[in-house]
């Protein structure tokens, strides 16, 4: 049964910085790329960021890019998102999604204020 569990979110001043993280159980992690994905209060899903397997390949959306950093570590199962600048449109429930199934977490709340 696929598990993720995503943590490090809070509510942080704009410019601060965030690390989220997913642990994963349940399925063959290192076969797996996976995203984060966010969901701002009203709005729908928002693709930020992909992972390929062995953590070769990511993207970003545009939205991240040069402020966000995903990574992994297959040897825990851990899934990781390193959120810099960041802004008030930021804010977000955010979620690791494990590709190909679409499984994902309950999220972790971001909040961006000052």
């Known amino acids: 049964q696929v598990q993720l569990v995503e943590s490090g979110g809070g509510l942080v001043q704009p410019g601060g910085s965030l690390r989220l993280a997913c642990a994963a159980s349940g399925f063959t992690f290192s076969a797996n790329a996976m995203n984060w994905v966010r969901q701002a209060p009203g709005k729908g899903l928002e693709w930020v960021s992909h992972i390929n397997p062995g953590g070769s390949f990511v993207n970003y959306a545009d939205s991240v890019k040069g402020r966000f950093t995903i990574s992994r570590d297959n040897a825990r199962n851990m899934l990781y998102l390193q959120m810099n600048s960041l802004k008030p449109e930021d804010t977000a429930v955010y979620y690791c999604?494990?590709?190909?199934?679409?499984?994902r977490g309950p999220g972790t709340q971001v909040t961006v204020s000052s």
């Open positions: 999604v494990k590709s190909n199934s679409g499984a």
